[in-house]
């Protein structure tokens, strides 16, 4: 049973493991289940999976489901504090972004009580999961991994099966806990469930008319299959299982090309990530011919983390002792850096400068 398979909390991975002068870059996957755009049905943008800041292994929006029935009949005294929370369906990660977790924690749990006042199910399964989704933000995994678990059982209790995309979203929440909480069999576990689960689901779906089911829900669950395997790869990242990760990264890079496209902001991403994990293995050349064509990407298509992957790029062409290219592919990326007021990354690019120079008068 999912309840057995999976365990106790939701959260962030710990600072990712990447060889010397590479930096994960933080765009994000969205989407997953039921990812229609602005609906409430998802928490994600359409047609994109999260990913969190700083390399942190973190889904911020929710997957549950809003009690559409209540918001057509008009905005009773749930909707409201919903909204007043600032957690709505579109844009949960709101309050994050405004520092108003507290308070939104506090009009959650009104939420919470007057839904089951009401008895409304749908009102409850949402307001577990935005909870979660706070308590996540807050870096308390226990509570987090409480209140996705109650939000589970509401659903299975219902007609909800075990295969549909808003519970697999919330035991690939629970499996990237378990990565945090370094248990790692109950990772593992969680990670494997959700992945193979998801791949049975989408041969089956295969070859379903658009009339049975549309094309969007196909490319949702493609999409939630994306996120995992990226979790997947970053977390065996993390451990070390650098040959492991690589193949779960180049099957996520795959599957964003087929479904999102290559000039995707996701698919510059992965194309980045496959880059650190190669390179990490000492295979530089392949590194480089991936990084380089992210880089590419990055630059045509105005990505907002492109200051990051020139990061990585400069990285490899040091691991490469192409020192001056290098230098200069530095330089830009500070410039960048420095324009988009990213602080943290002006930082480690200046400690890479350093270290190049380093390196180049040991060459010499």
Same mark, same amino acid.
């Given at each position: 049973?999912?309840?057995a398979?999976l365990?106790?909390?939701?959260?962030?991975?710990?600072?990712?493991r990447?060889p010397?002068?590479?930096?994960?870059?933080r765009?994000?996957?969205?989407g997953g289940?039921?990812?229609?755009?602005?609906?409430?049905?998802a928490?994600f943008?359409r047609r994109?999976w999260?990913?969190?800041?700083?390399?942190a292994?973190?889904?911020?929006?929710?997957f549950?489901?809003?009690?559409?029935?209540a918001?057509?009949d008009?905005?009773?005294?749930i909707i409201l504090l919903?909204?007043r929370a600032?957690?709505s369906?579109?844009?949960?990660?709101l309050?994050a972004?405004k520092?108003?977790?507290?308070?939104a924690?506090k009009?959650?749990?009104?939420a919470?009580?007057?839904?089951?006042q009401?008895?409304?199910r749908k009102a409850i399964?949402?307001?577990?999961?935005?909870?979660a989704?706070v308590?996540f933000m807050q870096?308390?995994?226990d509570n987090?991994?409480?209140?996705?678990k109650?939000?589970?059982?509401y659903?299975l209790?219902?007609?909800?099966?075990?295969?549909?995309?808003?519970?697999?979203?919330?035991s690939l929440?629970l499996?990237?806990i378990?990565?945090a909480?370094?248990?790692?069999k109950?990772?593992?576990a969680?990670?494997?469930?959700?992945i193979l689960?998801?791949?049975?689901?989408?041969a089956k779906?295969?070859d379903l008319?658009?009339?049975?089911?549309p094309a969007? #829900?196909?490319?949702?669950?493609?999409?939630?299959?994306?996120?995992s395997l990226?979790?997947y790869?970053?977390?065996l990242?993390n451990?070390?299982q650098?040959?492991?990760?690589?193949k779960?990264?180049e099957?996520?890079?795959?599957?964003?090309?087929d479904?999102?496209?290559?000039?995707?902001?996701?698919t510059?991403?992965l194309m980045s990530?496959?880059?650190?994990?190669?390179d990490a293995?000492?295979?530089h050349d392949e590194?480089?011919s991936?990084v380089k064509?992210a880089?590419?990407?990055a630059k045509?298509?105005?990505?907002?983390e492109e200051?990051m992957?020139l990061?990585?790029?400069?990285?490899i062409?040091m691991?490469k #002792?192409?020192?001056?290219?290098?230098?200069?592919?530095y330089k830009e990326?500070l410039?960048?850096a420095?324009?988009?007021?990213?602080a943290a990354s002006?930082q480690?690019?200046?400690?890479?400068l350093?270290?190049?120079?380093?390196r180049r008068?040991?060459?010499?």
């Open positions: 049973m999912l309840a398979a365990p106790r909390a939701l959260g962030r991975l710990s600072a990712r990447y010397a002068g590479l930096r994960p870059p765009a994000a996957w969205r289940a039921r990812g229609e755009e602005g609906s409430g049905r928490g943008e994109r999260a990913r969190p800041a700083g390399g292994l973190g889904f911020l929006g929710a549950s489901l809003f009690p559409r029935d918001e057509e008009g905005e009773d005294a919903l909204k600032k957690l369906p579109v844009s949960p990660q309050s972004m520092g108003e977790l507290g308070e924690e009009l959650l749990h009104e919470l009580r007057l839904s089951h009401s008895d409304n399964i949402y307001t577990y999961s935005m909870m989704n308590a870096g308390q995994l987090a991994e409480k209140l996705y109650a939000s589970m059982s659903l209790a219902g007609d909800t099966k075990e295969d549909d995309n808003a519970i697999l979203e919330m929440k499996a990237s378990y990565a909480q370094k248990q790692h109950l990772a593992l969680g990670y494997e469930f959700c689960t998801l791949e049975e689901k989408i779906q295969k008319p658009e009339d049975v089911l969007e #829900e196909k490319a949702n669950t493609r999409l939630l299959l994306g996120m990226d979790s790869a970053r977390y990242l451990i070390n650098l040959p492991a990760a690589q779960m990264y099957k996520a890079l795959q599957l964003s090309k479904v999102q496209g290559e000039t995707h902001p996701q510059v991403v990530d496959l880059a650190t994990v190669l293995q000492g295979h590194a480089y991936y064509r880089a590419e990407l045509e298509t105005q990505h907002p200051h992957v990061n990585n790029l400069a990285a062409l691991h #002792e192409d020192f001056l290219q290098a230098r200069q592919v990326a410039k960048q420095q324009q988009k007021g990213d002006v480690h690019i200046q400690e890479e350093a270290e190049l120079a380093k008068k040991g060459s010499k």
